[in-house]
């Protein structure tokens, strides 16, 4: 029996971040999963379809996010409890049905988990995704630590039922991919039968009424998160410097704190739920100290909220000064590390630390170079895409009128790159690269006598392209689209897809 399905109330075991998302979904009780594949995310439903058989689930790999969000909210509308998981670029996707089913509201607990990636280590942006939770009035939770992960799975569904509305939590990469200790509670037993209720629609019309509901709804997240165990504060009483931080930035300040040997002087302040804010414990903690250092991956998303309830008490809290990405003391790009933190404390406390001799990164450096060759990314041993585009590089040089390749989202994007010759010159989101081909297509009538040449992969062509070559059709533009065949969703870990004939 796969650990993560093993029902051993009190063991603990060694999960990865997003392992333990799914651990928490089980112990939820869930009945329906979906997801796209997509870095960081993809391990939490292929941990799920490896138990599906045993548990008794529905899971699925759908065609794109959007689809993915709504075969899960069906399944809460009957009553039934759904996760849905996803990038931060899938977010995009399913944003136009999430932003009118937090009008609708659901019935049973509906989650939504969007594993973000700082530094866009696999992905084409490193996008934050918490600003969909403001935008969308929607709960979000946090977690730092790998049993976190799993209770506040848990936590999202009790929740998301109290209120009748999707609950999002983020995670990132250094959590989703990194591992730790967790432990076990009950899997439950049995689950409701499914019904649909006819007598009541969800419409999100009136749209004015129906958001004044849903601004109703998040005042109830908040006082539900006022208590959360999610939120704690460590360190001294009156502290000379409180990091206010969450997520992946809890354990880089724990560290950095402990390794400057500060404890008695800098305070941690951890937000698990970071929206809505809980208002009265943020007051509370900021009485604390009048020297803020927000610490957070990517953008000022916690930092900029902050600010804002200072700003409407800040007779009462008296002058308190803030560092952060705003003060470019921590990068407003790129994931973070302790070393970032603690140069940050060590400006800001004039402290002095040496981690490591100074010559060090000149030493790891020189010999680098001298014992590791330089290699550039490049496509699998044996991989056809690197003939593909050697027969593009020929074709547009013989023809001579200078075609041009458009890119798409997948493992033959380094067709831009040595692999590919560098013949890949747009890349954008799934789908662009047939879009992008339906403009360029109708632009002979001005004039452009270049080859228009667009390639996607075979998942990414259910996934997104398929409408472009719909346009395309219907519009009349002129292109030719290399569709590259991996028979699997190959670049997140080969997994099915609509045209391989198998599922989850």
């Known amino acids: 029996m796969s650990s993560i399905a093993q029902d051993a109330p009190g063991k603990t075991v060694l999960l990865m971040g997003n392992e333990a998302i799914a651990r928490g979904a089980l112990e939820a009780g869930v009945k329906v999963c979906t997801a796209y594949p997509g870095n960081p995310s993809s ?25 993915a969000l709504e075969v899960v909210a069906a399944a809460s509308f009957a009553g039934m409890r759904g996760l849905c998981a996803m990038k931060q670029n899938g977010l995009n996707v399913a944003s136009d049905f999430l932003l009118n089913l937090n009008l609708t509201g659901c019935d049973g607990g509906l989650v939504l988990v969007v594993a973000d990636d700082p530094s866009g280590i ?50 990132v990469t250094r959590v989703s991919h990194a591992r730790g200790n967790v432990s076990l509670d009950e899997l439950p037993k049995g689950s409701p039968k499914p019904r649909f209720d006819p007598s009541r629609p ?12 849903l ?39 724990l560290e950095s704190v402990i390794n400057l040997n500060l404890e008695d002087r800098v305070g941690i302040l951890k937000m698990g739920t970071t929206w809505p804010i809980p208002e009265k414990f ?16 990517v953008d000022p998303f916690l930092e900029n909220s902050v600010k804002e309830i200072y700003a409407q008490h800040c007779f009462e809290l008296g002058p308190i000064s803030f560092w952060g ?21 060590q400006k800001l406390l004039s402290v002095s630390y040496e981690s490591r001799p100074a010559d060090y990164a000149r030493r790891v450096h020189e010999a680098a170079s001298e014992l590791v060759p330089a290699r550039a990314l490049g496509f699998c041993a044996g991989c056809p895409h690197r003939a593909t585009y050697w027969a593009v590089k020929i074709a547009l040089a013989l023809d001579g009128r200078g075609g041009f390749v458009l890119g798409d989202i997948g493992c033959y994007s380094l067709g831009l790159g040595p692999s590919g010759f560098g013949q890949m010159k747009t890349l954008h989101a799934m789908g662009s690269g047939a879009g992008l081909a339906c403009g360029f297509g109708q632009l002979g009538r001005f004039g452009l006598e ?55």
């Open 202 to 213: 969800r419409i999100p019309l009136p749209p004015v009424a129906n958001h004044k509901v």
């Open 282 to 297: 943020l007051i509370q903690q900021l009485k604390k100290t009048n020297r803020i250092l927000f610490v957070e991956e």
């Open 450 to 504: 270049q080859p228009v040449v667009a390639v996607c992969g075979d998942s990414t062509f259910y996934h997104a392209a398929m409408p472009a070559l719909v346009n395309a059709q219907y519009n009349g533009a002129h292109f030719l689209l290399l569709l590259l065949d991996n028979s699997a969703t190959a670049m997140t870990g080969f997994q099915p897809h609509p045209g391989t004939g198998s599922t989850a």
């Open 215 to 253: 601004h109703e709804k998040l005042r109830r997240a908040e006082a539900m998160f006022e208590n959360s165990s999610f939120n704690l504060y460590r360190g001294p009483e009156s502290p000379e410097l409180m990091i206010l931080t969450s997520g992946s930035g809890w354990m880089y300040s």
């Open 122 to 171: 696999s992905s084409s942006n490193e996008e934050d995704s918490r600003i969909f939770a403001k935008l969308g009035d929607l709960p979000l939770l946090e977690p730092a630590t790998f049993q976190e992960a799993k209770e506040m799975t848990k936590t999202a569904f009790e929740m998301s039922e109290h209120l009748g509305l999707p609950v999002m939590i983020r995670s």
């Open 43 to 67: 391990e939490i439903l292929g941990t799920l379809a490896k138990v599906a058989g045993e548990i008794g689930l529905h899971v699925e790999w759908s065609v794109n996010e959007k689809v």
């Open 325 to 345: 990405k705003a003060s470019e003391d921590v990068p407003g790009v790129g994931d973070l590390n302790p070393e970032i933190i603690i140069h940050a404390i």
